[in-house]
């Protein structure tokens, strides 16, 4: 009965060929957002790239409003009407995204790629059971009965850890509590096996004990079909114990990309430095913490040349009439943004 | 469910008493039926007697006491006119109305919903500025000059329609017309602010990553979400016309329950006015309880304590749930 329970379930998720480990999913080449606001065409995300690949996790790190969640959404195709992609290429397995009619589109979205958003509360529809809610996705790309549905809902409950998902699958989401909730949106994400998993911030509105629980699911779904994550947030610790690579992201750009533990053991941009320095580690009671000084510019301040100059200790003249290119940077798996990037020995920062 | 209906109904009846009570001191304020029911050149005597014999000599707690007495017997008094039952003439006059305000309120709501929706798809967009301009049209046109307009243009200029009366499909074109446009305007406003509030949610982006087309995003996650406001609005809409297509129904000589009031109380037919009035409260606090039914349907949220879940929870095999967690950990 176990195993035969186990079989059914199974198949509800591993139903496609299997991804090989590593092997690209997505790759986001130059994408650039605008957004139309009274004032003028505003540049939310500036020539952004980056990959995922399958079974790894890709973390999108940056400050609220640094265009991490607007880089997701343009990705996902779910920007807001006053918000257009002008830019770039977003190639999900070998299909450009972007090239796609909205209604080519509504094909790939979920069983190709998934997106768990951030409040679950607001971004699960009140008036519905949580049933109807997860089985439409069968609904709507396998066509599946009203009845099929709900034993895939279940099912799907089940998977992410619901505890009586028999009779939760009838329950409206204000009768979950937050971590369910949370479950629920990330079961709706990964109904139908996407190939890639956007995470927006899917932990932010949980607290600590819960995140644990929920980041665990999302490695553990990760880990069996192989998919690729990608994860936005503003959490270094996050980024430290869950992605495999990561990009920072800094006023719509990205500054600095590569390996989690190589980029927060030697950062190279003078950002990411600044951003690690601020983490509260080893300080005396009483101590100040490091903070970067300054704020990110607002979208219609954008200087030209480097994003960060404003704030970077290290500014020079170069950095206020040009704007440094994402260049590769040491052993070839790293890149980084800045004209003075820094070596694992330099000092110039230490004192600042 | 019977509680609240209890509940409702306990909470009801002294509105419903507010209202007869006024209703009876007010319509006495009109002065003595005798001048309208006499010759001009009737006796002192005479009217003493007409007087006397509809017990309106009696101080006004005595005749609200007979009245009361007789509403507990369900007996409503007659007319002063025809000398028939009040209850029965409101009630032959009721289903008229309810027709009337029933088809309109349909027409209103499907076609509100319609534009509200078409026009909240694209904010400050072409569509949404037409619909903007009917509806606020439409909402501030006074009904009696519609309605007289109505007549001289479709009734008597181009005979297309009756100018009033109750004789088949074509008499009802007009008096629903001019009922319709209040509604609609309003409603079309209130649904397509709701629209575009529900369209703006996050709820509508997951059922886009889902992969939902756009007919089905306002379909079923927005519309269902704007109803309850549409609702509130429609339910009061609706109230307005079960007891105040007055104007309307004496302008087409609609034998429905507006026309009787109006007629009663020119005539200082008393009992038919208390009967009719007493029709439409109880008529409009049923309406209310449906309203209020309405939001439980539509939302969860809403419904009365004790019935939140309609989760099956006695029907589970227990071996079902005692399975679930092994099933989960082969998997995690």
Redesign the interface.
């Known amino acids: 009965m176990t195993t035969q329970t186990a079989r059914s379930s199974q198949t509800a998720l591993a139903s496609r060929d299997q991804l090989t480990e590593n092997e690209v999913v997505l790759t986001v080449t130059g994408l650039d957002v605008d957004i139309r606001t009274p004032k003028g065409v505003l540049r939310a995300v500036n020539n952004v790239s980056f990959e995922a690949r399958a079974g790894r996790t890709l973390a999108l790190l940056g400050e609220s409003g640094c265009g991490k969640s607007m880089t997701a959404k343009a990705v996902a195709g779910l920007l807001d009407p006053v918000a257009d992609v002008t830019g770039g290429t977003v190639v999900l397995n070998g299909t450009d995204l972007a090239a796609l009619t909205p209604k080519q589109r509504l094909k790939y979205a979920g069983p190709e790629l998934g997106i768990v958003f951030q409040d679950a509360l607001t971004a699960l529809n009140p008036v519905y059971t949580v049933g109807t809610q997860l089985g439409e996705a069968f609904r709507i790309h396998q066509g599946l009965s009203k009845k099929a549905a709900r034993v895939k809902a279940i099912e799907l409950m089940g998977h992410v850890g619901i505890p009586q998902p028999e009779t939760r699958v009838d329950s409206f989401p204000h009768q979950f509590s937050g971590g369910m909730r949370q479950r629920i949106l990330i079961a709706m994400a990964v109904a139908l096996n996407p190939r890639l998993l956007i995470a927006d911030e899917p932990t932010t509105a949980l607290d600590v004990t819960v995140q644990a629980q929920i980041m665990k699911l999302l490695r553990d779904l990760r880990t069996e079909s192989h998919m690729a994550v990608v994860l936005i947030t503003h959490d270094l610790a996050l980024v430290a114990e869950e992605a495999d690579t990561v990009a920072v992201m800094y006023a719509g750009n990205v500054v600095e990309t590569g390996p989690v533990r190589e980029v927060f053991g030697s950062p190279k941009h003078p950002y990411t430095r600044g951003l690690l320095d601020s983490v509260p580690a080893d300080v005396g009671r009483g101590a100040d913490l490091n903070s970067i000084a300054g704020s990110p510019p607002e979208l219609h301040r954008i200087p030209e040349g480097c994003v960060y100059q404003s704030r970077c200790p290290l500014v020079q003249d170069v950095c206020r009439a040009i704007r440094p290119a994402l260049e590769p940077e040491g052993d070839g798996n790293r890149t980084v943004a800045c004209h003075f990037a820094l070596t694992t020995d330099s000092k110039e920062l230490d004192n600042v | 469910m019977l509680t609240f209906l209890r509940r409702r109904i306990v909470s009801s009846a002294l509105p419903l008493l507010v209202v007869i009570l006024g209703v009876f001191a007010l319509a006495r304020l009109t002065g003595n039926p005798a001048s309208l029911y006499l010759p001009l050149n009737a006796t002192e005597q005479m009217r003493a007697d007409f007087t006397e014999k509809n017990g309106l000599d009696d101080p006004i707690w005595v005749q609200m006491a007979d009245y009361f007495g007789g509403v507990l017997r369900l007996d409503f008094g007659e007319s002063l006119r025809t000398g028939e039952s009040a209850a029965a003439m409101a009630l032959r006059a009721f289903p008229a109305t309810l027709q009337l305000a029933g088809t309109t309120m349909l027409l209103a709501v499907v076609l509100a919903v319609i534009v509200g929706s078409w026009a909240a798809l694209?904010p400050n967009g072409l569509a949404d500025r037409i619909s903007s301009f009917i509806s606020m049209a439409a909402a501030s046109v006074p009904d009696f000059w519609l309605a007289i307009m109505g007549i001289w243009v479709f009734a008597i200029t181009l005979g297309w329609v009756p100018t009033s009366g109750v004789g088949g499909l074509s008499a009802w074109v007009l008096p629903i017309l001019t009922l319709l446009l209040r509604p609609f305007g309003v409603l079309v406003q209130i649904v397509r602010g709701a629209m575009v509030s529900s369209l703006?949610?996050?709820?509508i982006?997951?059922?886009?990553?889902?992969?939902?087309?756009e007919y089905?995003v306002v379909t079923r996650?927005a519309l269902?979400?704007a109803a309850a406001p549409a609702l509130t609005v429609a339910g009061d809409l609706a109230v307005g016309l079960v007891n105040g297509a007055v104007v309307v129904e004496s302008i087409f000589g609609w034998p429905g329950i507006g026309k009787l009031m109006i007629d009663s109380i020119l005539q200082r037919d008393f009992a038919v006015l208390q009967a009719a009035v007493l029709l439409t409260a109880i008529s409009i606090f049923i309406l209310n309880i449906l309203i209020d039914l309405g939001y439980a349907g539509?939302?969860?949220?809403v419904r009365p304590a004790g019935k939140?879940?309609?989760?099956?929870?006695a029907v589970?095999p227990a071996?079902?749930?005692a399975?679930?967690?092994?099933?989960?950990n082969?998997?995690?």
Do not use: I, M, T
Not at chain 2, 323 to 328: C, F, I, Q, T
């Open positions: 694209k703006s949610e996050p709820y982006k997951l059922a886009r990553s889902k992969g939902a087309s089905r996650h269902r979400n539509l939302d969860a949220r939140r879940s309609k989760a099956p929870k589970v071996a079902a749930v399975v679930e967690p092994k099933e989960r082969a998997h995690v």
